[in-house]
């Protein structure tokens, strides 16, 4: 299948509306008592994205802290074996092992430019709760973090991480007892510590600005991946840009830095929480996108090995991106995600996270299909690395 | 289209739809024993805003297969024994599922009166405005809502308005803050629908206090951890005695 590029190409993932909105998506829908606070943040960001003084801060911590840029990898072994060029941004190599440690530092630089003591944060496999303990650890702030019960046991380390970094870890008991319990449950708490707190959201999801926000932060990705290709491959874009979606943050990220190319954008989910394909238009943690529900709208859970895939909502600009054509918008089962990872580490001995895995897999049954032809040059985000799912995958048969 | 007393404080009680098999018996206790309107709760499986009582009300109300249509048949049921108004409680994807028209027109043919939707700020309610009709969509307003918000708020809203008397989620709490004294001050001076506050009030003394500086309160968690701890029709009844009392003897 074919994503052509549309002359909106040139507009998209540029601001959103005053309002927050992609096309239809987005948007605000937060009790009233949490309304001043994202106000809040939204003139607190805008100030802040237009300041070199905080540009030249976090780029400073990018670098000298996270250790960016990461590398692009060419994936040599498996790209002679799928016949396509498969180049690999390695978002696993950053400090606390993925791209969520970006997208933190940013939010908590905001934060103490605000004069905020405390940092909230949902967390699905752990890492982005690890990324907010570890940036609050070097800030100074206080670290709330609310985690899923179900997620606690099968992210064990991270949630070991976690405490050791001196955040608090919170046991979300409700609902399906995973990201989106946690994410319910750090809203509710921002609404009685609005004075003190900043809710770090980890992905391109909750009420504007953060899906905005969020996917400024992650460009980062995109815009060094983007710079990268321009040396390593003669036509000096990929033709395929893929990557894992959850909220879609690492996704947004590296989009970003391909909108305006002619780059296919290709956004992998997992098959058991695939609002993208399985979804229909919903309100959900703040924001309207699409939104894997029943028919009276009672939320539906999603089933994911990986932790940080099984989240029944999606960014709002993934959906907008979808309803353009700028983007196309693909699912991978366990199975797929599990082989993949095995795969990927048996060819270029880079153990990549289950999340990550998503994309690879996808890579994996295209190559060498219309989907994907062979001789295809495509860059693959690798979002973070596969420490924490060792337990996971050790149950696992190889 | 609410019409509310004018004549006393007011009270309006809130009931989780079909959170137990008997539930519209509690609704007529409620109404026998001085509710001047009833929310009834629309469950949605994420309520944002709620605190731990109403969020298992919710559960316990989905798990056993109250969906919008179940309930809506119930109260068909005891339409004929109903002497107070209905306001829907919910939140704003039940809203988005059917479409706002659909949804509005349906509350109305099922005789409702109003709708509260928590999650939907004062931004976003265009397009459920435009679908209301004589439904009157109530608006919240939070300790933290700044002056002009607040004008706005007034100016929107139909019914009454309805002033969210901590920064926090729905629960009971032993008293009645300072901020929502004065979220009730400033709200009565800008606007002459009914004030109401709600959130955390729980008994006789609490709505004693709210009755002096609002128009009366909702009273949600109270009810439900009552309601989900078994309470009886007339366990619920004196609850509702109390809160009337209370308000009743309230000094304006
Ligand atoms: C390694 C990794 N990749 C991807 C994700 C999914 O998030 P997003 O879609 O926002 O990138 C997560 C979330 O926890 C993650 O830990």
Redesign the interface.
């Known amino acids: 299948m074919d994503v052509a590029v549309r002359p909106q190409a040139a507009t998209v993932m540029r601001e959103p509306s005053p309002?927050g909105r992609f096309g239809e998506y987005g948007?605000?829908?937060?009790?009233?008592?949490l309304?001043?606070?994202c106000r809040e943040v939204d003139e607190a960001f805008r100030a802040a994205w237009s300041d070199p003084r905080f540009r030249s801060q976090l780029t400073g911590l990018l670098r000298a802290y996270a250790g960016r840029p990461t590398a692009l990898t060419p994936a040599w072994r498996l790209s002679a074996e799928l016949g396509v060029t498969v180049l690999l941004k390695r978002e696993d190599l950053v400090h606390t092992g993925s791209h969520k440690i970006n997208n933190v530092l940013g939010q908590a630089l905001l934060a103490r430019r605000m004069g905020k003591k405390h940092l909230l944060a949902e967390t699905g496999a752990g890492q982005h709760g690890v990324a907010a303990a570890t940036a609050a650890a070097l800030l100074g702030l206080g670290c709330t973090v609310f985690m899923g019960e179900r997620d606690i046991e099968r992210q064990a380390l991270n949630v070991h991480r976690m405490r050791m970094l001196g955040a608090t870890v919170v046991p979300v008991t409700?609902?399906s007892r995973t990201l989106?319990?946690a994410c319910?449950e750090a809203?509710?708490h921002w609404?009685?510590t609005?004075d003190d707190a900043y809710y770090c959201v980890g992905s391109v999801i909750g009420p504007h600005p953060y899906p905005w926000m969020v996917r400024e932060f992650q460009r980062v990705i995109g815009d060094e991946a983007r710079a990268q290709c321009a040396e390593h491959l003669p036509a000096g874009t990929p033709d395929y840009v893929v990557a894992c979606v959850g909220g879609g943050s690492n996704a947004a990220g590296t989009f970003a830095g391909f909108v305006d190319t002619p780059a296919r954008l290709i956004g992998v989910e997992a098959a058991g929480g695939a609002p993208l394909s399985d979804g229909?238009?919903?309100?959900?943690?703040?924001f309207?996108s699409q939104?894997l529900?029943d028919?009276?709208?009672?939320?539906r859970e999603a089933h994911s090995l990986s932790a940080g895939l099984d989240y029944p909502g999606v960014g709002p600009e993934h959906a907008y991106l979808r309803d353009l054509g700028r983007a196309r918008y693909v699912t991978a089962d366990d199975d797929e995600a599990v082989a993949a990872l095995h795969r990927l580490a048996r060819t270029e001995g880079i153990l990549c996270a289950l999340e990550s895995a998503h994309a690879v897999a996808w890579v994996l049954r295209a190559a060498g299909t219309p989907e994907l032809p062979a001789g295809s040059t495509v860059l693959v985000t690798l979002s973070g690395r596969g420490d924490k799912d060792m337990p996971t995958l050790m149950g696992e048969t190889c | 289209m609410l019409s509310l007393r004018k004549d006393r404080k007011l009270f309006l009680p809130y009931v989780t739809g079909g959170v137990v098999p008997q539930w519209t018996d509690h609704l007529l206790a409620l109404q026998d024993a001085g509710a001047d309107a009833i929310e009834v709760g629309l469950p949605f499986s994420d309520p944002m805003l709620d605190g731990a009582v109403v969020q298992r009300a919710s559960d316990q109300a989905i798990a056993r297969g109250a969906t919008v249509d179940a309930i809506l048949a119930d109260l068909d049921r005891i339409r004929g024994d109903l002497r107070v108004p209905l306001i829907a409680f919910t939140y704003t994807n039940l809203v988005e599922r059917r479409g706002a028209d659909r949804f509005c027109a349906m509350l109305r043919e099922h005789g409702f009166g109003g709708l509260i939707l928590p999650d939907l700020p004062v931004d976003e309610a265009g397009p459920v405005l435009a679908a209301a009709g004589d439904l009157d969509l109530v608006q919240l307003a939070a300790p933290a809502t700044p002056p002009d918000r607040l004008e706005r708020i007034c100016a929107t809203s139909r019914g009454f308005v309805y002033a969210v008397s901590v920064m926090g989620v729905t629960g009971e709490r032993d008293t009645l803050t300072a901020e929502a004294y004065g979220l009730a001050g400033r709200l009565k001076a800008l606007t002459d629908l009914p004030v109401l506050l709600g959130f955390g009030i729980s008994g006789r003394e609490q709505a004693r206090q709210a009755g002096a500086v609002a128009d009366g309160v909702a009273v949600g968690a109270a009810v439900m951890r009552r309601i989900l701890d078994g309470a009886t029709p007339a366990d619920l009844g004196t609850l509702a005695t109390e809160i009337r009392a209370g308000l009743d003897s309230a000094q304006v």
């Not at chain 1, 948007?27 to 008592?33: C, F, H, K, L, Q």
């Not at chain 1, 229909?280 to 703040?286: A, D, K």
């Open positions: 309002a948007g605000r829908y937060v009790p009233e008592s309304v001043p606070a409700t609902g989106k319990d319910s809203l509710r609404v009685t609005v229909v238009p919903g309100v959900l943690h703040g309207r939104l529900q028919d009276d709208g009672q939320v």
